[in-house]
């Protein structure tokens, strides 16, 4: 007669008669009852499953040993409320962005426990969060005039072509990263972008999928031929187009560190009090910006930039500059005509009822 196992026990079969032990297999928990730290210690491994990036992975373990577990580990999954929820997001420490990695990282515990029937409906759905002001990706770009101290200030070698390949393509970092030779259509002009170069759970640098699991092609400009042309001399079809010092892929604090970019970067542009400084990510702003000045259509521009969504595309966008500009010019008219030039002496203000307003 075998004894039931205790929740939260790994539910590991009897060896086999003249058998070795049976393989252990995940924890068996009771569906009523389980708490979130349980059930967290259990599917872990399901909940940070292969549809969630590395990276996001490691956020949401942070964010589990910081906020959500001390929150709620003790807590049953069947009695968590989304008001509980908001209570919890209003309290964690951090800023936005810190604490919306929290909230994520719990509703993917609840999105795992909803299908395997620990809970009823996930709380996370529904959530008031806070409205703030998005922010502007345009201020973070740089001009033409700080482009040139940025080719003033990069020192020559492998780590100066990377840095202008990220602003000549606007890929990111882990994408510049993983390039390959023949990524590289010479004849047409384009780099094919599929695949990138991320922080592994464990460390390291792993290699996979782009930030939008699609693959896509970006404009290879002049500029930057002669640059790609002398970082492939030499080299085979699979080798990486900028390798790290050790041959593999470069991270980003590898190339923070090779050029000294902590201590360039304040030469190039700086910011308000309470902003990041200048960061690498910057120069995929600045390309967007470029791609809207050189003329191209936002559809082209999030093909090219590989944004999940038009709006996002949009946010780079000239059009409240320009609209801004055209209303400048256009109520300077009006009020020239309405009011009258002030030439010498001074005339009556009109009143709003001589405006017709």
């Not at 205790?6 to 068996?28: E, L």
């Not at 919306?100 to 996370?124: E, H, M, Q, T, W």
């Not at 390949?165 to 994408?175: D, H, N, P």
């Amino acid at each position: 007669m075998s004894s039931k196992p205790q929740r939260g026990s790994v539910g590991a079969g009897v060896a086999a008669a003249g058998g070795g032990p049976a393989t252990a297999g995940p924890a068996r928990l009771d569906r009523a009852g389980t708490t979130v730290g349980e059930f967290w210690d259990t599917y872990r491994n399901l909940i940070l499953g292969e549809r969630i990036a590395e990276l996001t992975a490691r956020n949401y373990d942070s964010a589990w040993r910081l906020r959500v577990g001390p929150t709620f580990a003790e807590r049953e999954l069947q009695d968590v409320t989304v008001l509980d929820v908001e209570l919890a997001f209003a309290s964690w420490s951090g800023g936005f962005s810190i604490r919306i990695d929290a909230l994520s990282a719990l509703s993917a515990i609840y999105r795992v426990a909803v299908k395997g029937g620990f809970a009823k409906s996930n709380p996370c759905v529904g959530v008031d969060k806070p409205r703030i002001q998005a922010p502007d990706p345009t201020s973070r770009a740089l001009n033409l005039e700080q482009i040139e101290i940025l080719l003033a200030e990069l020192p020559q070698g492998p780590y100066r072509r990377f840095v202008l390949a990220m602003l000549y393509t606007g890929c990111r970092v882990g994408e510049i990263a993983g390039l390959r030779v023949s990524d590289i259509d010479w004849e047409a002009r384009t780099v094919s972008i599929v695949r990138t170069a991320s922080p592994g759970r464990h460390g390291g640098q792993r290699v996979g999928p782009t930030k939008g699991r699609r693959g896509r092609a970006v404009p290879l400009a002049e500029p930057l031929v002669p640059i790609l042309r002398e970082a492939v001399a030499g080299k085979g079809p699979h080798d990486l187009v900028f390798p790290g010092p050790r041959g593999g892929t470069l991270s980003s604090k590898n190339l923070s560190r090779g050029i000294g970019w902590p201590r360039i970067r304040e030469r190039i542009k700086t910011f308000a009090p309470g902003e990041p400084p200048l960061h690498w990510h910057d120069l995929r702003h600045t390309a967007a910006v470029m791609l809207f000045r050189a003329g191209l259509a936002a559809p082209d521009v999030q093909a090219i930039l590989g944004h999940s969504s038009l709006a996002v595309t949009q946010m780079y966008a000239d059009t409240r500059d320009d609209a801004a500009k055209r209303g400048a010019a256009a109520l300077s008219a009006y009020f020239a005509q309405s009011l009258g030039q002030l030439e010498g002496g001074e005339r009556a203000a009109k009143t709003a009822s001589d405006l017709d307003i």
